[in-house]
Every structure is written in C-alpha cells, then in structure tokens.
C-alpha cells in the first residue's frame, strides 16, 4: 500500500498510529466484505490490533457501534472496541486472530461448532429490541423478492418472464412473505452463518452485525443451516434444526412447538433468503465488480431442488425452475 498516492490509506495508517500512541506500527489487508468496509491488521506491535476502515459517504459505523452495544449488554460475545472515530469512519478492535468458524469448522467438530453457534443465535434472540429496531416487515420483504428477478433472472440469465411466469414467481414470492410475516417475531442478525462467527472465549463471536432487525424466528437458523458458503447433508441439517429447536424452547424462545412446523418455516424463509441472495450475488458482480461470488450460486440451486418438492406452496417455483430458468442457465452456459 502506498500511502503517498492513496490519502485514505495515509488517513487511516495516520489514524491508527495515534490511537495506539505507537508511530512504528503498520497496517495490512486483514479482510473486506461485500460492501465499502474494509479490515486491516496492525502490523509492529503485539498483540495485534484491527482497525475497521468504513469510508463517510459510503458507509458509516454508527449503526455498527449500537447493535454492538445492544449485543454486547445482552451477553453476546462481540469484538471490543479499543478506539472509534465515526466522522472519519474508522474503529480499532480487539482482534480475534485468522480463522472464522468457516474455516475451522471440519467433520470432525461440526456438531460442536454448530452447537456454540446454537447457543449464541439463541443467547441473541433473548435480547428485547429496542423500540426504534427496524422490522423485516412487508416492505423489506418485497425489496428482497425483486432481487431475484432482477439481478438473476433478468441480469444474469437475460431470461424475460412472460406474464403466466411472472405470476408464478410472484405468487411463490407472496407465500414466502406471508409466512415470513406469520413467524414470532424476534431479534434476527440477517447473515448469521459460521464466517460471521470467530473462535474466542466464552464465544463464538459474533460479526457483521449492523443490518440486524426485527424479523422471523426461523430467518437465522436457516442462514446458518444451509450457509451461502459451506453445504451440509441434511440429515446433519435436520439434526441440527432440531436441537436449535429443543433449545430455543428451553430458553423461551416463541418457537413453534410443532417440531415439524417449525422445519417448515425453516425451509419456507430459507427459500426466501436463497432466492434473495442469488440476486445479491449477481447484482455484486454486475453493478459492484465482487465476482468471487458468482461461483456460490450453484450452491442455492441446489438448496431449492432439495427444499421445493417438499411443500406443495412451492410449486410453482419448481415447474419455473424446471421448465424456464434451468434451461436458460443452460443455455447461457451459466454453471448449475
């Protein structure tokens, strides 16, 4: 990084310097997201610290800093905040070393990773929201729905739906949304999936936490059942349905006691998010130039040609799938 031609760099390097009182450390790349964040490590001193680099006008780390504050008051493990500036848009955290659960996690210590991860989603959505919280209500609901056909559909496949098709999505797309709206509403992170969560004490700890609001109970558990990164056999998914499911109830969690309703509203909300995210994954590729996600897309095909056949509710997405959007995906040679 030069940071004589880059002034954000110079801003940021001169930023940090200051805060640790320390002129010799340095920064590197420790990470970025799929917005205007950017992560570095310092460099020179030990232990190592993060700052979080969230440019004003592109970001801002004030909505960052409250949720953080909320999950941290209700028991959530959560990076510390050693040093925030939010006019130049820039935090010094705690850091929590390399690996998240993603890349820990193996065969051998699924259930125990899964299992700390049950146990903090169930410790978040203990939290009483705030009353000014946001809610993942039919608004948000129906801008998530328009990604789909927009950036997948009809950016990505370059496939124009006739009205009859149309139709199909839309009303597959308002089922969704009613039984998103039917759920107990809680506390819902919005991407609670194992490279969100890091290894640490009395953890895991929990990141990306800004955009969390008041939504359905199920949306988390299927976020980290069926992750936008890593697949798992579901019978491993079904297990680990039901054991969130057994200690959501013991905790007073407003599950459905219905084990079986319960499942259901997990699949019915991860269609939804899975339909969502294919059209996140292309809009970052064709609007924003993040195309390392363009090769994750197969991955929520293949969570719906699992999920679809089992609720009769979903039919008309399956013969969509089947007779419209497969075939374009072929056509176009996109990977399937």
């Known amino acids: ?108 210590n699924a259930d125990a990773a899964m299992h700390a991860a049950i146990a903090q989603l169930i410790t978040l959505q203990s939290i009483t929201p705030p009353p000014q919280m946001p809610v993942f209500g039919p608004a948000l609901l129906q801008r998530d729905a328009g990604l789909f056909e927009q950036w997948f559909v009809h950016t990505h496949l370059g496939l124009q739906l006739d009205c009859a098709q149309a139709e199909q999505l839309q009303l597959v797309q308002q089922r969704l ?23 640490a004490d009395d953890g895991p700890a929990v990141l990306d936490f800004q955009d969390m609001v008041i939504g359905p109970v199920a949306y988390d558990v299927a976020s980290l059942m069926r992750d936008a990164f890593l ?55 064709y609007r924003d130039g993040k195309s390392r996600y363009i090769a994750d897309l197969p991955r929520f095909i293949q969570y719906l040609d699992v999920v679809v056949p089992r609720h009769a509710a979903l039919a008309p997405l399956g013969e969509l799938l089947a007779r419209h959007i497969k075939p374009a995906m072929a056509r176009h040679g996109v990977a399937r």
């Open 1 to 108: 990084m030069n940071h004589a031609t880059d002034p954000r760099a110079a801003q940021r390097l001169h930023w940090a310097r200051h805060a640790l009182s320390n002129d010799n450390i340095g920064l590197e790349t420790a990470s970025s997201d799929a917005g205007m964040r950017s992560y570095w490590r310092t460099t020179g001193l030990s232990p190592s610290h993060v700052v979080m680099d969230a440019p004003p006008g592109l970001d801002d780390v004030r909505p960052w800093l409250a949720m953080r504050d909320l999950l941290q008051a209700g028991g959530v493990r959560v990076p510390a905040v050693l040093a925030s500036d939010p006019a130049q848009g820039l935090l010094l955290l705690e850091d929590l070393g390399g690996p998240t659960l993603a890349q820990a996690i193996d065969t051998a």
């Open 177 to 199: 949304i009613d039984n998103a709206l039917g759920q107990p509403q809680v506390l819902v992170h919005r991407d609670y999936m194992l490279r969100n969560l890091m290894p």
């Open 231 to 285: 697949s798992w056999p579901e019978s491993q998914v079904a297990a680990w349905v039901d054991h969130y499911h057994r200690q959501a109830l013991a905790a007073g969690i407003p599950v459905p006691h219905d084990a079986t309703r319960f499942a259901r509203d997990v699949d019915l909300i991860g269609v939804q998010r899975h339909l969502k995210i294919l059209g996140i994954f292309c809009r970052l590729h």
